[in-house]
């Protein structure tokens, strides 16, 4: 009796042993297959700040108050920007809605 607890019991530790085992290759393996693919498209400080240079100089800063608000423009230039990799296909974009003061 004592022999077959022993052995139920090393039976249920080494199935423990290889699930996490199993698991832990697993998370591995999508971890590296998905880091593969994905760098092309890691937002970077250097990529933001052009993007941001560039979004300026396509939507210049309004005078306060303005009535003429265009944040859905920047913003939508930005991630354009960031999705393209900062190659946009002209330096400065529309101004519809600027004032230009």
């Known amino acids: 009796m004592v022999g077959s607890r022993v052995a139920r019991k090393v039976a249920r ?3 423990r042993t290889v699930a ?10 999508l971890v590296a297959s998905s880091a593969g693919s994905n760098t092309a498209s890691a937002l970077t400080a250097e ?15 309004q005078v306060a108050g303005s009535s003429n608000g265009s944040a859905q423009q920047e913003r ?21 809605g600027r004032s230009g003061k």
């Open 13 to 15: 530790t080494v199935a």
């Open 20 to 29: 996490r085992t199993v698991a832990s290759v697993s998370v591995l393996v």
């Open 76 to 96: 939508s230039y930005f991630q354009t920007c960031v999705a393209r990799a900062g190659k946009m296909d002209g330096e400065a974009g529309p101004t519809e």
């Open 47 to 61: 990529l933001a700040k052009k993007c941001r240079e560039m979004m300026v100089k396509a939507h210049p800063p």
